[in-house]
């Protein structure tokens, strides 16, 4: 029997990290006496993998640049938490009861993100969440979204099929890459991309609640 995937991205979808992820790229930009780009332009980088993130914030540079910066970004992420700068990213509000609805009901449930692997299990296991996903599908392993790839390992890896398999996000790039895999396209308005930037990448549709999010699963 084929399984039902319902396939989360992290930050903006399951958790609000715009606050620490904005702080880590300020101090990576002045760390190379960059002036720091806004808010609202770092958000909108949000999902992609670092180096394709700092790529679109400071395309001027070259990838040698690009690279160094993603490492130095991951070294004040980590000296930022450390001196207890960074706080925990909160869940967004019925996440957690959505999660267990869609495990109660034979969903199997992934992640794929742009963050790293430990990026990831850090936060699962700050909300208790490690032991719900079955595939977890990180920048570690895959070439930045839009690419499909982290989709078509979820699917493998889960035992699903493109049909059954739901990549819920928050931004353009997990709805283009929904779309270029085959699977369905759902998007979250609570994130940091706009409805209609979900709706122009090809969502099927967008949720307002992640309390809406087990019913309209079992619709499609």
Avoid at 42 to 57: D, K, M, N, Q, T
Avoid at 96 to 123: F, P
Avoid at 155 to 176: K, Q, V, Y
Wanted: glycine share 8%; hydrophobic share 45%; with cysteine.
């Amino acid at each position: 029997m084929t399984s039902r995937l319902a396939l989360f991205d992290c930050d903006g979808t399951l958790v609000d990290s715009q606050a620490s992820i904005c702080l880590a790229m300020e101090h990576c930009f002045e760390g190379q006496k960059l002036a720091p780009p806004s808010r609202e332009a770092i958000r909108r980088i949000v999902g992609l993998s670092l180096v394709e993130a700092i790529a679109r914030l400071h395309p001027e540079a070259g990838r040698d640049l690009h690279e160094a910066m993603a490492e130095g970004y991951k070294q004040v992420y980590l000296e930022l938490r450390t001196a207890g700068h960074i706080e925990d990213e909160p869940l967004y509000d019925g996440v957690l009861e959505a999660i267990e609805a869609l495990d109660a009901n034979g969903w199997v449930l992934g992640v794929a993100t742009g963050k790293s692997d430990r990026g990831l299990i850090r936060v699962l296991e700050q909300h208790g969440l490690r032991h719900r996903f079955v595939t977890l599908q990180t920048a570690d392993r895959h070439p930045s979204k839009p690419h499909p790839s982290m989709i078509k390992a979820a699917i493998a890896e889960a035992g699903a099929s493109p049909e059954t398999t739901a990549m819920i996000g928050d931004t353009s790039f997990d709805m283009a890459m929904a779309n270029a895999a085959g699977a369905h396209a759902i998007g979250v308005a609570w994130g940091y991309h706009s409805r209609q930037d979900l709706a122009d990448a090809g969502a099927r549709h967008v949720l307002e609640h992640a309390r809406d999010l087990p019913a309209h699963l079992e619709a499609l």
